[in-house]
């Protein structure tokens, strides 16, 4: 099946390849403002977002300069102060004849801005307008001068919905690259922080951002990462989430392979660990790579309260991922196949339960978690005001009606209810487990706590064998790496974690820089004891 | 071609893996609703030589009713019912059930096993049998023995105490067994005693005692798989000293004017057997107890060295005589080495063993008895002045 599905993709990907746009096509800059001008109209027609503005100087205002920008993106005040002003101020005193002398005193001294470039190709020219910078033309010149006035505008940085957390920041990142990038910067100030810029997607032309730091990221990832993006061959990059899917090592897999997050101090933490991030123009979550599936039960609170708090919660959150999991089979099998083990009491209290019950409990417990899963995905897609419907409709109706109804068990709406709330203790599983959990449950239905085991077997077999960016999906657990089990399940206080994850295989392993500022005081303070 | 070939071979490793899925198919899958809780099970003989099995089934429904709607509304339905069957062969009875029952009887949940007297005098092999080759039943059921009733009449009673008689037989054994006054034996134990010859199987005894109650106390004691007689509370208790299997109880002292209660709070009893030239010469039973001073009648204060030597002299006599008096009665009365004595020779004095194996309950039945009890008293209560005699 999946060797089908790779074929058509092959296909499709080598007819993409034939029918996409030459962007070279366009040619060098004309020299003749003329040219531009007719070039650019074909280029944007039908764009009436497009502005050209038209000024005349040099002798007898012979000399025609064009600046280009599209009408929005743009900063209009930045645009006016520093490129619009300027010129109109200098033309006058403009006698010169010399196109070339025009253009580098533009350059040089006229317009105030420190982002200014060179390009001499149209399809260069063409993308830096779409992106929202000004291009400015000069008639005669076979180049253009392009100018970063692009509009800062957004949305503000607020606290991020999916990831909210009772102690640490609470600035979320926004759909605005530069701002992330200054979000991060705050954190890390460091120039060992790099943050490097290419643009993905044919038609999009979205801003990628590879953040990491160097001397603490792996090479070699950091390597991967380039290369991965720049394999990267469609049109459209409009979300992470599209990135995620083209740089993950194994595409089939449910588990994620590829972290991402919205909270600030969650990914300077994962940087510092190592990591690297990408940062897309337009979404404010940011991938890390490579993400292990110990991270998914790792919160950032975590790191903030007292280290035996943390270690509990770590094991709850496990307990909650294997009950997610695994409740409704267990109950199935336990129901169905095998009664020995209920204690006899229990037993009375199970049978009492399932009278009445038209449905075996494999066909109860199915209806129930796609119930569950109905409402859940009901309370994403509709709009926030009809929500108090959706939750009473939830409770009353799936809940007491069902089993007043004789339809399900009360039981079994206990044991969903359970499995529903575990389930959402660790989100980014949230996927995998929804769709894995039917697996269990079919295969108890099947053979019971064999069939169970035969599926968990399955599961564990596919976890050891999934890479991200090279390195062990399980690690620390598999391969053991007991330096590492620090900060896993069990993890030790702050304080006490000096070198950082060793998987990841950094450069410089131990968290305390020499000579750093803490060592001095910490030496001060025992030089004063003695 | 190799990839196909290689395709074609994962294809076939993938079916392989599932068909041995697909040939499990049902095996045993049946839901809850569909089967009958067996709470209690009870095997007798009819008179004209059938077994009668009687299952006691739970209604998990009236027991503990459901939802609204799920369960049958109304008026409240019992919440046991009891069947009963005759056949040749306790699997025909129990098949031949069905005809009676609505769904399958499912036997592991059963928490008692009551045999009939008669059947146990008949003999308990042949039932045993069955239950060691039948999957169904578990082998941590307890089992007890009917006294003077039969297992369908003690299987009838309706209890106040729990909605299921069964289970409320099933704690009378354990508070009793917990007392010193009875055994708890479990199926899997009389396994190993029918097959041992060292020692003879004993099971629980169990009567009725009104309408609404049953006694477990005392003790059913079996030669070669067939019931020889009972021993009584006291008689049992000294047989679990001896055993090492006691638990706790109460032991009554008479003391100068009126009786004294020790609870006991551990023992420690050995059973070995001396050889001489050869040949057992006589049987030698150790016990070791501590006990607690629960009552003393005759009041007094309790803080002399004198008394509590006494005392604890008097202790040890009255557990010497419970000892003696099962001792003797298993010797003498039934010719039933229940103390395994045969398994202390099997085990030190093979070859002594091997010549006397065959003659054993004769041979036991003979020899002199050494008992010694040694008890302790470790505490005297919280009083110091005993009220009304503390001058």
């Not at chain 1, 040089?108 to 020219?125: F, G, L």
């Not at chain 1, 919160?299 to 409740?327: I, W």
């Not at chain 2, 709470?39 to 006691?56: C, S």
Request: glycine share 8%.
């Amino acid at each position: 099946m999946f060797g089908r599905i790779r074929e058509r993709y092959r296909e499709a990907k080598h007819k993409f390849a034939n029918v996409r746009v030459d962007a070279s096509s366009y040619g060098p800059i004309p020299g003749k403002i003329k040219a531009v001008q007719t070039r650019l109209d074909e280029i944007f027609s039908q764009c009436n977002d497009l502005v050209i503005k038209e000024i005349s100087c040099g002798k007898d205002g012979r000399i025609k300069i064009l600046v280009v920008h599209i009408e929005g993106i743009v900063d209009r005040r930045l645009l006016n102060q520093d490129v619009i002003h300027p010129i109109l101020d200098y033309l006058p005193s403009v006698q010169s004849e010399d196109s070339s002398s025009i253009y580098q005193q533009l350059s040089k001294c006229i317009v105030i801005s420190s982002d200014i470039k060179e390009v001499h190709e149209m399809w260069q020219a063409v993308n830096f307008i779409v992106s929202g910078d000004a291009v400015i033309f000069i008639d005669g010149e076979d180049r253009a001068l392009v100018v970063g006035v692009k509009s800062p505008e957004g949305r503000q940085v607020e606290e991020p919905d999916t990831e909210t957390s009772i102690r640490g920041s609470r600035e979320g990142f926004v759909e605005n690259l530069p701002t992330n990038m200054v979000l991060i910067r705050k954190r890390i100030k460091n120039p060992d922080l790099k943050m490097e810029i290419m643009q993905l997607g044919e038609r999009t032309k979205t801003d990628i951002c590879i953040c990491y730091i160097k001397g603490l990221a792996n090479e070699e990832i950091v390597r991967e990462v380039k290369e991965r993006l720049g394999k990267i061959n469609t049109d459209a990059i409009l979300d992470t989430g599209i990135i995620e899917q083209y740089i993950a090592d194994n595409r089939l897999t449910l588990f994620p392979l590829v972290g991402n997050s919205e909270k600030c101090d969650k990914l300077a933490g994962k940087l510092l660990e190592g990591r690297v991030a990408i940062i897309c123009d337009g979404t404010p979550y940011v991938l890390t790579v490579p993400y292990l599936f110990i991270e998914s039960i790792q919160a950032t609170d975590d790191y903030f309260d007292h280290a035996f708090f943390a270690s509990f919660m770590r094991l709850l959150r496990l307990l909650a991922l294997l009950t997610s999991n695994l409740l409704p089979a267990l109950y199935v099998a336990l129901v169905v196949f095998h009664h020995t083990v209920i204690p006899f009491k229990l037993m009375i209290t199970l049978a009492a339960s399932q009278q009445g019950i038209p449905f075996p409990p494999f066909i109860e417990a199915l209806l129930m978690i796609i119930a569950f899963e109905l409402l859940r995905e009901a309370g994403v897609r509709m709009p926030r005001p009809i929500g108090q419907a959706l939750s009473i409709v939830g409770a009353i109706v799936l809940g007491e009606a069902s089993v007043a109804a004789g339809i399900a068990s009360n039981l079994m709406v206990i044991i969903v209810a359970i499995t529903a709330v575990c389930s959402f203790v660790v989100p980014p599983l949230i996927p995998a487990t929804m769709l894995i959990r039917f697996v269990f449950l079919a295969a108890a239905n099947f053979l019971g706590f064999l069939g169970i085991m035969v599926a968990v077997v399955a599961v564990f077999t596919h976890l050891c064998t999934l890479r991200s960016f090279g390195i062990p999906y399980l690690a620390p657990f598999s391969p053991l790496t007991a330096h590492d089990l620090k900060d896993s399940l069990i993890m030790v206080p702050i304080w006490a974690m000096i070198t950082r994850p060793k998987i990841l295989r950094q450069q410089e392993n131990v968290r305390g820089v020499k000579g750093s500022k803490r060592q001095e005081v910490d030496k001060g303070r025992d030089s004063q004891k003695g | 071609m190799t990839v196909k070939k290689d395709k074609g071979r994962k294809a076939l490793l993938i079916l392989l893996l599932i068909f041995p899925l697909l040939l499990a198919g049902c095996w045993n899958n049946r839901p809850l609703t569909e089967i009958n809780i067996v709470a209690g099970m009870g095997l007798e003989r009819t008179e004209d030589g059938k077994i009668l099995v009687t299952v006691q089934v739970a209604e998990p429904g009236a027991i503990q009713p459901a939802s609204a709607g799920g369960g049958s509304g109304g008026e409240k339905s019992k919440p046991v019912f009891v069947a009963s069957n005759e056949g040749e062969t306790v699997f025909e009875a129990l098949r031949g059930m069905l005809a009676v029952v609505d769904k399958k009887l499912f036997l592991s949940t059963a928490q008692v096993l009551i045999i009939g007297e008669k059947l146990a005098q008949e003999g308990i092999g042949e039932i045993l049998d069955f239950f060691e080759r039948d999957y169904e039943v578990s082998y941590l059921v307890d089992v007890i023995v009917a006294k003077d009733a039969t297992p369908d009449e003690l299987l009838r009673i309706e209890s106040d105490m729990d909605t299921i008689p069964a289970v409320y037989i099933k704690g009378t054994v354990e508070n009793t067994a917990a007392r010193g006054t009875v055994k708890k034996t479990l199926l899997i134990d009389l396994f190993k005693d029918m097959d041992c010859k060292g020692r003879q199987p004993t099971a629980g005894q169990i009567t009725k005692s009104s309408d609404k109650e049953v006694r477990t106390e005392g003790l059913a004691v079996f030669r070669d798989g067939k019931l020889a007689g009972w021993l009584n509370p006291y008689e049992t208790r000294g047989f679990l000293f001896a055993n090492n299997e006691l638990k706790g109880g109460i032991v009554n002292v008479p003391v100068d004017n009126g009786k004294a209660a020790f609870e006991i709070i551990r023992s420690k009893g050995s059973v070995s057997v001396e050889v001489e030239d050869g040949k057992p010469s006589m049987l030698i039973i150790r016990v070791n107890a501590e006990a607690n001073v629960g009552e003393y009648g005759s009041g007094g204060r309790l803080d002399s060295l004198e008394t509590l030597y006494m005392l604890e002299e008097k202790l040890g006599e009255e557990i010497g005589k419970e000892i003696e008096m099962a001792l003797e009665k298993c010797q003498k009365e039934f010719a039933s080495d229940i103390f395994g004595f045969g398994i202390y020779l099997h085990k030190y004095y093979p070859k002594c063993w091997k010549e006397v194996e065959n003659d054993w309950h004769n041979i036991f039945s003979k020899l002199p008895a050494d008992i010694r009890v040694d008890a302790k008293i470790m505490r005297v209560g919280l009083v110091i002045n005993p009220v009304g005699k503390g001058e």
